[in-house]
């Protein structure tokens, strides 16, 4: 048995504190001298270890009581792994294997041992390098829409989803990370921001903008009140690790109701800073590299948008757009889906357009743009990235479609704002 | 001390079972011989007793393990009482005066212990006997207004709001009503269903329009999902009680978190079926009272418009539309409040047009409507307020202020449907 109170593991005591868990000698054995343990938690919050040896390997993820980022001045409750470990159980069961198996939760020591997954990497590494993933938009598109649809009042029983609220309700430090960061930092002097010099004018733009200051805080209301569903809370590209044609979605500590485009947003987002980044990362191939991951933009979309189209006309069983009310009175459903699946992509935009608007001005910056080394090549970059969140948080209710959207990339990542 | 077991009080038992509680004693003396009990729980739901005596008086609330206007079919937990004591408790604290004042809670017998208020009469019943109130419109637009925005992320710590929201999410069976009789039930042939015969061409006209029942269904999805601040959640005509100058609104057991529009959109589609009915409750001066009605309509949102503002001015603490982004900088942040007010008066109307048509309807209809015995005459001036509903639902986004609202309730009045 390991011990009742909570001790950050380390490679040494890793195998004499975990050497009794049933679960994870399954998996590697239970001779730990033959164990490697590694620690590879690049991440911004968590201890994160391999453990392998020759009869096969783990991960051990365990929480820290602080952000591991900034260090232990800004403390952070264990209790997000209790849910992580939710979420990864119910994304399990919603979105069949595009998550990591688990093998074993131990809230007092706030642990998980789940499945190593390997050979893949993070996907947010593969756009750098300029690696091509395929079948990345139908697992995209299917995890946001299983996790999306079976998670909310199109499906479940509501009893089940007012529960899953309150239980996920707890979660309020790792969401605030969120409501900091992401909706209220970029757009104030706030402490912990940090920008690449270079970039005032763009700044004094987003920040002098009262109009869609006001349409950042329109989305922040439905990011802390509309809870749609389950979402992951942070599935950006460093959210998924990949194969050459698999892939998986992981760490979903930021799990909390939210809206249904909340997760797409900042999937979109995220893949819109890897096209954007591009031009210092390669000059082979670029603008073939470019399209593919516009490609998996308008990809994602139109496999979310299938596999919930499917979703509401085969599984539509919860208290929301009841058959009682078209279907079994003759009436198509069609247009209704239609309304809701436009509300979708047009909230998606907003949130993705505020994440483009968070990873270069608030703390947290990811490496797509971090790895240019040079600040003065790639402040016109983020400067591209910037004004395109800016049009996307003032006009997502007049971009219709991927087409539009994709059309507007191509024209900021034409453009000079310095 | 009074029993654990749960047991429905009787006005011969209530005297015996009570006389220890200081509470009441305190109110009404220990002298059981000197107290009289009434029950006068004319709602559909519960037990309520006046307890007087020479000393004072008191009002003893009991739920009852089941829908009492269907009877012991319909059981209905009796956690309700709790979630109404925590609801009465916030909205005191929040909209000061408003609510009856709460002197002992009972979580075993579901009971409640407060204010007799008296000589308050049920608020439907004087619209139907053509009674005015002064200050009405003041009190119930300070009454949403505080509790709207006392209650939400643009006041309180968001732990509070995430706690409570957690909290009142345990009241499942009691919105369940809401969501079944409002939401669905007046939109297909549900076995609870009545309506007044003849209205057959304006119910086939309502169930064959898909559009406006895909934005029913839009605004269900808001009611279930975007939980904004704790709303009352039975806000009509019958849970106000007044004088000829002063109201208090009761009976909040159907709490929920909920958007900031809700109780406005059940209040007013109270007040327009007040309207609407009018014609067969006088002739003499009919015109002023319709008019009189209108003006609550309309004097409710300019009274919740200007304490909003007052709020949103002097007590903006929460997380949403943060100082940092707007005032800190210099900035307004009129604009934002003025898109907030646009959304909440929207959402308001598209409620409201639900619940007219489910006051006709489905189960529990009301009596400004059920006390007009002929339904020959009844008919035509439900169905100017169904049509209104209708119109409410399919252009809440056009109807822009109270005059074009009035404006349109003055044109319903004139059409004849049948």
């Given at each position: 048995m390991i011990d009742d109170k909570y001790e950050p593991l380390t490679i040494q005591s890793l195998p004499q504190r975990l050497k009794t868990i049933s679960e994870l000698t399954a998996l590697v054995g239970t001779d730990t001298n033959s164990w490697k343990v590694e620690e590879v938690g690049d991440g911004n919050l968590n201890?994160?270890?391999?453990?392998?040896?020759?009869?096969?390997?783990?991960?051990?993820k365990q929480a820290l009581p602080y952000v591991r980022l900034v260090g232990d001045s800004w403390p952070l409750p264990l209790y997000r792994a209790y849910f992580e470990y939710h979420a990864l159980t119910r994304q399990a069961s919603r979105a069949k294997g595009t998550v990591p198996k688990i093998y074993y939760f131990n809230n007092d020591q706030a642990m998980i041992i789940m499945e190593y997954l390997a050979p893949h990497k993070i996907l947010r590494e593969k756009l750098i390098l300029g690696e091509k993933v395929e079948n990345l938009t139908d697992t995209l598109g299917e995890f946001c829409a299983n996790t999306a649809f079976r998670g909310s009042d199109l499906s479940l029983d509501t009893a089940e989803v007012k529960s899953d609220r309150a239980l996920f309700s707890g979660n309020v430090a790792i969401p605030a990370i969120t409501e900091g960061l992401v909706f209220c930092d970029p757009y104030f002097d706030a402490e912990m921001n940090s920008h690449t010099p270079g970039l005032e004018p763009v700044i004094k733009i987003?920040?002098?903008?009262?109009?869609?200051?006001?349409?950042?805080?329109?989305?922040?209301?439905?990011?802390?009140?509309?809870?749609?569903?389950?979402?992951?809370?942070?599935?950006h590209s460093g959210s998924?690790?990949?194969?050459?044609?698999?892939?998986?979605?992981?760490?979903?500590?930021?799990?909390?109701?939210?809206?249904?485009?909340?997760?797409?947003?900042?999937?979109?987002?995220?893949f819109f800073m890897a096209f954007f980044s591009q031009p210092e990362h390669r000059t082979k191939?670029?603008?073939?590299?470019?399209?593919?991951?516009?490609?998996?933009?308008?990809?994602?979309?139109?496999?979310?948008?299938?596999?919930?189209?499917?979703?509401?006309?085969?599984?539509?069983?919860?208290?929301l757009y009841p058959k009682t009310m078209f279907e079994n009175q003759g009436h198509s459903s069609g247009k209704a889906l239609q309304h809701l699946l436009n509300d979708i992509w047009r909230n998606s935009l907003g949130f993705c357009g505020i994440e483009m608007h968070r990873r270069c001005l608030s703390l947290a910056h990811n490496a797509d743009f971090e790895r240019i080394e040079d600040a003065k090549r790639r402040a016109p970059l983020e400067a591209r990235n910037l004004m395109m969140g800016r049009e996307l948080i003032l006009n997502s209710e007049k971009i219709t479609n991927t087409a539009s959207l994709l059309k507007l990339a191509h024209k900021f990542n034409r453009e000079n704002f310095l």
């Amino acid at each position: 048995m390991i011990d009742d109170k909570y001790e950050p593991l380390t490679i040494q005591s890793l195998p004499q504190r975990l050497k009794t868990i049933s679960e994870l000698t399954a998996l590697v054995g239970t001779d730990t001298n033959s164990w490697k343990v590694e620690e590879v938690g690049d991440g911004n919050l968590n201890l994160v270890f391999i453990v392998k040896s020759p009869a096969g390997s783990a991960i051990v993820k365990q929480a820290l009581p602080y952000v591991r980022l900034v260090g232990d001045s800004w403390p952070l409750p264990l209790y997000r792994a209790y849910f992580e470990y939710h979420a990864l159980t119910r994304q399990a069961s919603r979105a069949k294997g595009t998550v990591p198996k688990i093998y074993y939760f131990n809230n007092d020591q706030a642990m998980i041992i789940m499945e190593y997954l390997a050979p893949h990497k993070i996907l947010r590494e593969k756009l750098i390098l300029g690696e091509k993933v395929e079948n990345l938009t139908d697992t995209l598109g299917e995890f946001c829409a299983n996790t999306a649809f079976r998670g909310s009042d199109l499906s479940l029983d509501t009893a089940e989803v007012k529960s899953d609220r309150a239980l996920f309700s707890g979660n309020v430090a790792i969401p605030a990370i969120t409501e900091g960061l992401v909706f209220c930092d970029p757009y104030f002097d706030a402490e912990m921001n940090s920008h690449t010099p270079g970039l005032e004018p763009v700044i004094k733009i987003l920040r002098n903008d009262i109009d869609m200051k006001s349409r950042v805080q329109h989305f922040f209301r439905l990011y802390s009140a509309q809870q749609d569903t389950m979402c992951h809370g942070d599935l950006h590209s460093g959210s998924i690790m990949c194969t050459s044609s698999e892939s998986k979605v992981i760490d979903p500590e930021f799990v909390t109701y939210a809206p249904f485009g909340f997760d797409l947003g900042m999937l979109f987002a995220n893949f819109f800073m890897a096209f954007f980044s591009q031009p210092e990362h390669r000059t082979k191939d670029l603008e073939t590299y470019q399209s593919w991951i516009l490609g998996v933009v308008s990809g994602t979309w139109s496999s979310f948008e299938k596999e919930f189209t499917k979703l509401w006309n085969t599984e539509r069983t919860g208290m929301l757009y009841p058959k009682t009310m078209f279907e079994n009175q003759g009436h198509s459903s069609g247009k209704a889906l239609q309304h809701l699946l436009n509300d979708i992509w047009r909230n998606s935009l907003g949130f993705c357009g505020i994440e483009m608007h968070r990873r270069c001005l608030s703390l947290a910056h990811n490496a797509d743009f971090e790895r240019i080394e040079d600040a003065k090549r790639r402040a016109p970059l983020e400067a591209r990235n910037l004004m395109m969140g800016r049009e996307l948080i003032l006009n997502s209710e007049k971009i219709t479609n991927t087409a539009s959207l994709l059309k507007l990339a191509h024209k900021f990542n034409r453009e000079n704002f310095l």
